[in-house]
């Protein structure tokens, strides 16, 4: 068993351990918002009907082009680094998941969100609000054009900050394929220290938050290009969504 | 040979900016003849109101959400789905900033006790279980609270 991070109470963030599986631990203790909140009566065996359950159709008339250009929603463009994240939706079998709906929502390059509760002593931009929309293609692909979210303090522990990340939404085909998580960038030094990102408790896993930096498709002059796949699962067997109940 | 799945996070606290931004909360037109307005509470295990929680709604064919306000509580226009497979339900997803991943669970109708009686999925729970599934019929609609833990903890299911 490895030592912890220097610096950090040691039950902030707990060692690996695989043996909680490839998903988060939600009664992870180092986030203490779970202790009252992480559901305590023991969780059932789900209808089985769920697993074949379709999702809500969004569809392309849900977003207009504008919604996936973050930098681009307001008069002038926002300050920060100016990056696209893109990447594809997959099933568990590696096959495209077309007309997902993506939603996202970020800090600002400063580390503020743009909502009343947070107030972080850094500074609000007028040109971004923080919030997008895409639908994946037929490749299952998306794109967004933002800028690069800042590092922000929050009060869980002593000297607790939160390592850069973008919300991701994403409505599946199956309605178990719904996933709700954060995007994290490479070598992040706040990673560490996280109690959210290591309350996924097998390392592999933990990876696969992490986007990757591509410079390929990185736009000289223009932005940092980054990549990141979402890869989502869901426990049936069916592969094809029904319509609810008839 | 299959991917690993990508893990879920909280929605944290700020989630209103990007997915509130629009009125949802209600799948069908109140003016509709079936509509049924549904309220509730979201409370953690010290009886305290969660006010940084978003409830989503789904029947199968029409969708919903809602984020919780200032005192816990969210509220739709729902209208109750047709009997298909056993006693007619919506699906309820619950997310929140503490929750590391989004909890499932189910409101049954107040009204419809031989359906529900006769639920297949109803039927393999215990008597607590089973109630907390139940929403309460209040004046013109129904209420579903959910409570995250204690005595009076709503039952999820695993996935």
């Given at each position: 068993m490895s030592e912890g991070p220097v610096g950090v109470d040691p039950s902030v963030v707990l060692p690996d351990d695989p043996s909680f599986g490839t998903e988060v631990q939600v009664d992870y203790p180092g986030y203490r918002s779970t202790r009252w909140r992480a559901p305590s009566r023991p969780l059932v065996t789900m209808p089985e009907e769920l697993h074949s359950l379709g999702a809500p159709v969004f569809g392309e008339t849900t977003v207009d082009e504008s919604d996936s250009d973050l930098t681009r929603q307001h008069a002038g463009e926002p300050l920060g680094e100016r990056i696209t994240v893109s990447g594809r939706v997959l099933d568990e079998d590696g096959r495209p998941v077309r007309g997902a709906l993506i939603e996202v929502w970020q800090a600002n390059a400063a580390g503020r969100y743009r909502h009343e509760v947070d107030q972080h002593p850094a500074p609000l931009d007028p040109n971004f609000t923080g919030a997008g929309r895409s639908v994946t293609d037929d490749d299952g692909r998306y794109h967004f054009i933002t800028v690069k979210p800042g590092s922000y303090p929050w009060g869980?522990?002593?000297?607790a900050w939160r390592p850069a990340h973008i919300h991701f939404s994403i409505f599946g085909?199956?309605?178990?394929?719904r996933l709700v998580t954060q995007m994290y960038f490479p070598g992040d030094p706040l990673f560490a220290f996280d109690p959210i990102f290591h309350a996924v408790r097998d390392p592999r896993s933990r990876e696969l938050l992490i986007a990757r930096f591509d410079l390929p498709t990185t736009q000289p002059q223009w932005a940092l290009a980054y990549e990141w796949d979402i890869v989502l699962g869901r426990g049936g067997r069916d592969t094809t969504p029904i319509e609810g109940t008839p | 040979m299959s991917l690993g799945r990508t893990p879920s996070q909280t929605v944290g606290p700020f989630f209103a900016i990007g997915l509130c931004d629009r009125k949802e909360n209600e799948l069908v037109d109140s003016r509709d003849p079936a509509a049924l307005p549904l309220t509730g509470l979201l409370v953690d295990?010290?009886?305290?109101?969660?006010?940084?929680g978003m409830i989503e709604v789904w029947d199968g064919r029409r969708w919903g959400r809602c984020g919780t306000d200032g005192s816990g509580a969210f509220s739709f226009v729902v209208a109750k789905p047709a009997?298909?497979?056993?006693a007619p339900c919506l699906e309820v997803s619950v997310f929140g900033r503490g929750l590391l991943r989004h909890q499932l669970t189910r409101v049954y109708f107040p009204d419809e006790a031989e359906a529900n009686a006769a639920d297949a999925f109803l039927s393999r729970l215990s008597p607590d279980e089973r109630a907390t599934l139940l929403a309460e019929p209040v004046d013109g609609g129904i209420r579903f609270d959910i409570h995250m833990q204690g005595p009076l903890a709503t039952t999820f299911f695993a996935h």
């Open positions: 869980n522990h002593e000297n085909r199956f309605f178990l394929e | 295990g010290q009886g305290t109101p969660i006010t940084d009997v298909g497979r056993g």
